[in-house]
């Protein structure tokens, strides 16, 4: 039974730089969100997808952020000139439908030195 | 934003005994869920109630919702070690997305 999966999982870079992540979802979900969680906080949506189509995209998500799930499969959250503040984990979950539970995955922890 | 928001922050119990833990939140929903997170892990899903049922059991745990109070309570019954963890609750408002609170940090003391 293969879960949600996320890759790196930790991410150290320098500020400036672009950094990509890769999430893939457990295979028959159609749904796919991606969430931010800082130290002691809750998860914080950012964006999800039903299928190929990008739906929502939170406030949270400026335009240095660029998600995209080609083909309805994995999918890409990429942060473009990285700053300080993007230093946290980045959180990938699937779901069959809305009805649903979401599935996590461990995670892409970033450090943005 | 959060809209749901745990209490209380942090919890320290003897193994045996139950913890429970709360959740307040602002907006009508259509469901609340709650999850798991052990450290430098995903969140895991525990329990799903609708906004039309007022209690909900799996295994340990148990769930209450009132919905006129907008509150809903975790217990755990007869906690173990491997309970340590943080719990959040995350309210589906029937937008297509769920928003968590800040949680509770559960440590079971042996």
């Known amino acids: 039974d293969t879960g949600v999966s996320q890759n790196p999982r930790h991410k150290i870079t320098k500020r400036g730089q672009n950094v990509t992540f890769r999430c893939d979802p457990i295979?028959?979900?159609?749904?796919l969100y991606w969430y931010r969680q800082t130290l002691g906080q809750g998860p914080e949506f950012l964006t999800y997808f039903q299928n190929e189509a990008q739906l929502e995209k939170s406030r949270l998500l400026s335009d240095r952020f660029s998600a995209e799930r080609p083909k309805g499969s994995f999918s890409t959250l990429e942060i473009q000139r990285t700053e300080q503040g993007d230093s946290a984990m980045y959180l990938c979950?699937?779901?069959?439908?809305?009805?649903?539970?979401?599935?996590f995955g461990d995670g892409t922890r970033l450090s943005i030195l | 934003s959060q809209q749901g928001e745990e209490d209380p922050q942090a919890l320290s119990i003897q193994e045996g005994e139950n913890a429970t833990m709360n959740c307040s939140y602002k907006?009508?929903?259509?469901?609340l869920q709650w999850y798991r997170q052990n450290s430098g892990r995903g969140l895991v899903h525990l329990i799903l109630?609708?906004?039309?049922?007022r209690e909900k059991h799996s295994g340990r745990l148990r769930v209450t919702l009132d919905t006129s109070k907008k509150s809903s309570s975790l217990l755990i019954t007869a906690s173990r070690a491997a309970d340590t963890a943080s719990y959040f609750c995350a309210t589906d408002r029937g937008d297509d997305k769920i928003i968590f609170g800040k949680g509770t940090r559960l440590h079971i003391l042996p």
């Open positions: 109630i609708r906004s039309n049922e």
């Open positions: 979950a699937s779901s069959l439908d809305s009805y649903q539970p979401q599935h």
């Open positions: 907006t009508s929903i259509n469901n």
């Open positions: 295979s028959e979900h159609n749904r």
